[in-house]
Antibody
Framework: EVKLVESGGGLVKPGGSLRLSCVAP????????MNWLRQAPGKGLEWVSS????????YYTDSVEGRFTISRDNVKKSLYLQMNSLRAEDTAVYYC???????????WGQGTLVTVSS | EIVLTQSPGTLSLSPGERATLSCRAS???????VAWYQQKPGQAPSLLIF???RRATGIPDRFSGSRSGTDFSLTISRVEPEDFAVYYC??????????FGQGTKLEIK
């Protein structure tokens, strides 16, 4: 069973920054596209960002474009999300997830909570 | 951009009953490009169905998916107590953005 472990969530003030990490020690990490998704309290799932296997292609949902940066380190089997200029509406549980190319998300981490509040 | 509309918002059933969840796409979607996820309280989502009708590894055969035009369905033939959860459909297969429906909550009647 693939295990993904997120970390880095917490409480941050509006306008602040946070860096999320996701490690996948048992995964052939470089074989997979990696993704961040989020779920605001009591709400549905929202895709946030994706990065291709070698990190050549990155995609963002419109609401985070220019504020969030996705990156990966295939040697460390780690995925990152640098979140700047955070807003209250970014408050959510953030999940990392794997997929093959543009396929469904077949493995998910347990999530890390980001709370943006003054 | 495709919009996925799930119905009903909440489905109240007793264990042993048949559940049918719907996901309607606002425009044509390839039949291989809809997935269904299950999310239990306090847990991450997990993949149930991909390619509209193919069960993911380890998913019991009481779960099935189907398509009719732009309408996709998830059916649970006989709901078990562990099946009460929220279910999401998702469109995939092209470069992002990846689109989710708003979810259907299957609750115990």
């Amino acid at each position: 069973e693939v295990k993904l472990v997120e970390s880095g969530g917490g409480l941050v003030k509006p306008g602040g920054s946070l860096r999320l990490s996701c490690v996948a020690p048992g995964l052939t990490f470089s074989d997979f596209s990696m993704n961040w998704l989020r779920q605001a309290p009591g709400k549905g799932l929202e895709w946030v960002s994706s990065i291709s296997r070698a990190g050549s292609y990155m995609y963002y949902t419109d609401s985070v474009e220019g504020r969030f940066t996705i990156s990966r380190d295939n040697v460390k089997k780690s995925l990152y999300l640098q979140m700047n200029s955070l807003r209250a509406e970014d408050t959510a549980v953030y999940y990392c997830a794997t997929n093959w190319g543009y396929d469904p998300f077949d493995a998910w981490g347990q999530g890390t909570l980001v709370t943006v509040s003054s | 951009e495709i919009v996925l509309t799930q119905s009903p918002g909440t489905l109240s059933l007793s264990p042993g009953e048949r559940a049918t969840l719907s996901c309607r796409a606002s425009q044509s979607v390839s039949s291989t490009n809809v997935a269904w996820y299950q999310q239990k309280p306090g847990q991450a989502p997990s993949l149930l169905i991909f390619g509209a009708s193919r069960r993911a590894t380890g998913i019991p055969d009481r779960f099935s998916g189907s398509r009719s035009g732009t309408d996709f369905s998830l059916t649970i033939s006989r709901v078990e107590p562990e099946d009460f959860a929220v279910y999401y459909c998702q469109q995939y297969g092209t470069s992002p953005p990846y689109i989710f429906g708003q979810g259907t909550k299957l609750e115990i009647k």
